[in-house]
């Protein structure tokens, strides 16, 4: 195979063409699919004539033409991943080109293809050349008019983006629409969709009294699951116009389900395309956590319409610039649409979880890479998520205001322009006239900064001194990193537990005052930019305890010097709720991993009594929200302490979190089953803050019961599993029962099964619970659920379910023996054949190998030096499995 070329953000280089108006014309059949387009191409500098390069994919090429002029095959060069035509016309020139292809065998969900007899399109990021030939980059922005013909029958509902402006009948049976979206996009916007569809038609009325027409698509039986995702819409428009003061621009908006869909959702203008798992939802099928997983993605894909669409990405180095920037937006949203503590600390959680392993990892890269083989690899966490961090940061520094200027500021200068991440910088700073000093290494180093924080008291002199140390560490490409410019947010609590007002501080070498107004100031934001920099607050009468990165300022990694009855202290006292809950988190941090040392030396596990009453005192506390408790006595994720770990060792990590759930448990039994019953509601579901805190709270209680393995909390999960009403507490109950193996977990599944046998949403949680699940052996058993009728590896979702599911499982996965390895090799090259993008998203669960043990590394490595050496492997694969052997 020749090797895949990798691409450089340094080697950017602006077209030598420009498109402005572009027709396109689709000739649906079952066969094949006519595509014609009709280009007005003129070049970037009047005069020159230079070669015009364009990409296509897995095309047929029928006919193309120059100003009408069919040209001969010497007139042009096609290779199987370009069309160049050597010599274009000097000057603005029509180009025609006709393609065929095969949208019912396209299997990679990219381009044009069929989802459950419908046709749909996905052309982020380098889609659009499996459709048609053309320069498919981001920086090529044009004028689209789509009109689309079909059987009537077959495809009574034809979308595509901007206004209907036309529809008609034809012959045979045939009708024909045609569309005109009066924004530039670039290509990757462009959406088409046919099929049997049918819509919730809602409306919304903008601030400027736009009518806007809301319809939402799926198949007729399942409208009666979209309310929810209405709603959604409705919010996130009212949101952005009062947060932002952003409208919406058209007067139809579009959201159309399908099953098949490789990621969350597509922001294509005015008919934005989703995974109908982030649209469908009702109180008996979808959970809390689908619920607001709807919310954040729905925000998420509207609010592109201006962070995205409106203002574009230059290149796809830049893909942060839009999706940071989106993900903020939809965080944001979400915790004015509920609770901003419970979000924020659900946010941090993934960002470690997930973000800092892949930031510690082979495939560690900046917000904004510097290069790729395959852009679909960098729809990352680090992208998106880190990014978001990025983005939140501006805001922490400059302030609610502030921050509104900059955007304001953005939308001013850019609206209908393809940029760059320093255009964004560029507005944050000018119109806040800030001086952001090094910001923008958040863009170009990678790796999670380590920040020591020491501090000390200095009785006579009334001061409290905190000094900051920082380390970037080396990463794939970059072994010597800069200090970064960091924002840690701090509060100092008194012996009462209250914030102590901060008047001044001293900081190289000036005494700099804090409250300008005059006004108390609780939280102060230093801004630590050294490799080694120290902040001296006066006027500090007792010695304090801080509450350092309140509200976690920084994406970074703290260690400071509190004592576990500091952090007692915290846990109980500050006003910073996310410091609350993190003071827990970094107790339980510490004692887990001395217990996991415990366990490696063969010593008795013991759980410290403190510990174990700092969680019965918030499991008790009525003033407590209790979501927030819910999330506090929630032990930190295995995979957050493996990635603290020289070697990571999944079993020890896995017995260590057992036995302090089983421990808890049974000193804590009494209020745990008092937790679940008074927790219990007969009121019908409702998405609100209230109710789904309840059921957190109740379904985390009896979580932890249910490790205990005894009949009689089996026979109270099986009473709260019956008499559920809602799919939240139903399949909580059923996961507390299948946490031990044995008669009572397989009645359980089997009963939940033929319940829901025809929800095909809800049979992918089924096998995501089985996946996923630490009972010894389990590959033997996902072996299995692979030949069962519901699975099928050509769809994302049930692939995500299943095999992701079991990549995410410690001790299956991570088994000793090998054979978690051996099954995710053989899958991986399996899909491949079917789809790279999903293929690809599979085999990083390998990439971080080198972690653990020697036995563990050699099973790894073989499956990666297999997966390597397998005929016909796609560029994506290629690319996670070479860089995570390198
Ligand atoms: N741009 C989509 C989003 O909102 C994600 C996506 C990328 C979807 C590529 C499909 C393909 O975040
Ligand atoms: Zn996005």
Same mark, same amino acid.
Do not use: K, Q
């Given at each position: 195979m020749e090797a895949p070329k990798e691409i450089f953000l340094k080697d950017y280089k602006m077209p030598e063409y420009y498109f402005d108006k572009v027709d396109l014309n689709f000739s649906l059949g079952e066969e094949k699919t006519f595509v014609s387009s009709k280009i007005v191409v003129y070049p970037r500098i009047e005069g020159v004539s230079s070669p015009l390069v364009l990409d296509g994919h897995d095309l047929k090429l029928v006919t193309i033409k120059v100003n009408g002029e069919e040209l001969k095959k010497e007139d042009y060069n096609l290779d199987s991943r370009h069309l160049t035509l050597s010599s274009p016309p000097s000057g603005t020139f029509t180009l025609e080109i006709v393609t065929e292809i095969y949208p019912q065998k396209n299997t990679s969900l990219e381009g044009l293809y069929k989802s459950s007899g419908n046709f749909c399109t996905q052309c982020e990021?380098?889609?659009?050349r499996k459709i048609t030939f053309y320069q498919d980059r981001p920086d090529i922005m044009a004028k689209y008019s789509v009109r689309i013909e079909a059987d009537k029958s077959l495809y009574p509902v034809l979308l595509s983006n901007g206004n209907l402006i036309e529809q008609g009948e034809l012959e045979g049976g045939k009708h024909y629409v045609l569309w005109e979206d009066p924004f530039k996009k670039p290509c990757y916007l462009f959406a088409l969709v046919a099929g049997q569809l049918e819509s919730r038609d809602d409306k919304f009325v903008t601030r400027s009294g736009r009518e806007v027409a809301l319809r939402i698509w799926t198949p007729a039986q399942d409208l009666p699951k979209t309310v929810h995702a209405m709603y959604s819409l409705k919010a996130a428009m009212k949101w952005d116009e009062d947060v932002f003061g952003l409208e919406y621009d058209l007067d139809l908006f579009n959201i159309v389900a399908v099953p098949d869909f490789n990621m969350g959702a597509m922001e294509n203008k005015s008919l934005n395309i989703f995974n109908s798992k982030l649209v469908l939802a009702s109180p008996e099928t979808a959970s809390d956590a689908d619920y607001a997983a709807i919310l954040g993605v729905i925000g998420h894909e509207y609010f592109?319409?201006?962070?995205? =669409? /409106?203002v574009t990405c230059r290149d796809w180095f830049q893909l942060s610039l839009k999706e940071g920037l989106t993900v903020f937006r939809d965080q944001e949203f979400s915790s004015d649409m509920g609770s901003r503590p419970v979000k924020r600390i659900d946010d941090v959680s993934r960002l470690r979880n997930y973000q800092f392993p892949q930031d510690a990892g082979p495939m560690a890269h900046p917000v904004r890479p510097h290069s790729y083989i395959k852009m679909d690899n960098f729809y990352t966490v680090t992208v998106y998520e880190k990014g978001a961090e990025v983005v939140r940061m501006y805001k922490t520094l400059l302030g609610s205001q502030g921050f509104r200027k900059g955007m304001d500021l953005y939308f001013k200068r850019h609206d209908g322009q393809a940029v760059t991440c320093e255009e964004f910088f560029a507005a944050m700073r000018d119109a806040n006239e800030a001086n952001f000093h090094n910001f923008l290494l958040w863009y170009s180093q990678a790796g999670t900064p380590s920040v020591k924080v020491t501090s000390s008291f200095n009785a006579e002199a009334k001061t409290y001194s905190l000094k900051f140390s920082q380390e970037v560490p080396p990463t794939p490409g970059q072994q010597v990193k800069e200090p970064m410019f960091i924002p840690v947010a701090v509060g100092l609590l008194d012996s009462n537990g209250n914030d102590i007002p901060l008047t001044s501080l001293y900081h190289d070498g000036m005494l700099e005052s804090i409250s300008a107004s005059g006004q108390p100031v609780h939280t102060v934001v230093l801004q630590v930019k050294k490799k080694e920099e120290e902040f001296v607050f006066s006027n500090i009468s007792e010695r304090p305890i801080p509450s350092i990165l309140r509200g976690y300022s920084a994406p970074i990694r703290l260690e400071s010097d509190l004592t576990d009855s500091d952090l007692l202290f915290l846990l109980a006292h500050d006003s910073d709720e996310f410091n609350r809950w993190e003071a827990g988190q970094v107790l339980a941090r510490k004692i887990m991993l001395n217990l996991v040392a415990d366990f490696q030396q063969s010593k008795p596990l013991i759980l410290d009594a403190k510990f174990v009453d700092g969680i019965k005192s918030m499991l008790c506390d009525? @003033?407590?929200d209790k979501e927030f408790i819910a999330k506090a006595i929630t032990l930190p994720g295995a995979g957050e302490i493996m990635d603290m770990m020289e070697v990571a060792d999944p079993d020890a990590v896995h017995a260590v979190r057992s036995f302090i759930r089983k421990h808890l448990a049974s000193e804590l039994k009494a209020e745990f089953l008092s937790t679940v019953e008074s927790n219990r509601s007969t009121e019908p579901y409702v998405f609100n803050h209230n109710n789904m805190s309840r059921r957190a709270l109740k379904n985390t209680a009896l979580a932890y019961l249910a490790s205990l393995d005894d009949p009689e909390i089996t026979s109270l999960a099986l009473h709260e599993y019956k008499s559920a009403t809602n799919m939240t507490e139903q399949f909580a109950a059923m996961a507390a029962i299948a946490q031990n193996p044995g008669k009572a977990r397989d009645d359980v599944l089997a009963d939940f099964y033929s319940k829901w046998e025809n929800d095909y949403l809800v049979v992918n949680k089924w096998f995501a619970l089985q996946a996923f699940s630490d009972i010894p052996g389990n590959v033997e058993n996902v072996k299995k659920l692979l030949n069962h009728p519901a699975f099928d590896m050509h769809n994302p979702n049930k692939v995500y379910s299943l095999i992701g599911g079991f990549c995410g499982s410690p001790v299956n996965f991570h088994a000793k023996d090998g054979s978690g390895y051996r099954f995710l090799g053989e899958i991986v090259v399996q899909l491949d054949k079917i789809n790279p993008q999903v293929a690809s998203r599979m085999v @990083?669960?390998? @990439? /971080?190998? /080198? /972690?653990?043990?020697a036995t563990r590394q050699a099973a790894a490595k073989e499956q990666l030096e297999m997966i390597m050496a397998? =005929?016909?492997? @796609?560029e994506n694969v290629f690319e996670i499995a070479s860089k995570s052997l390198a």
């Open positions: 990021a380098e889609g659009f592109h319409n201006w962070t995205g =669409n /409106r009525p @003033s407590l @990083s669960a390998f @990439s /971080r190998w /080198r /972690r653990y043990d397998a =005929n016909g492997l @796609s």
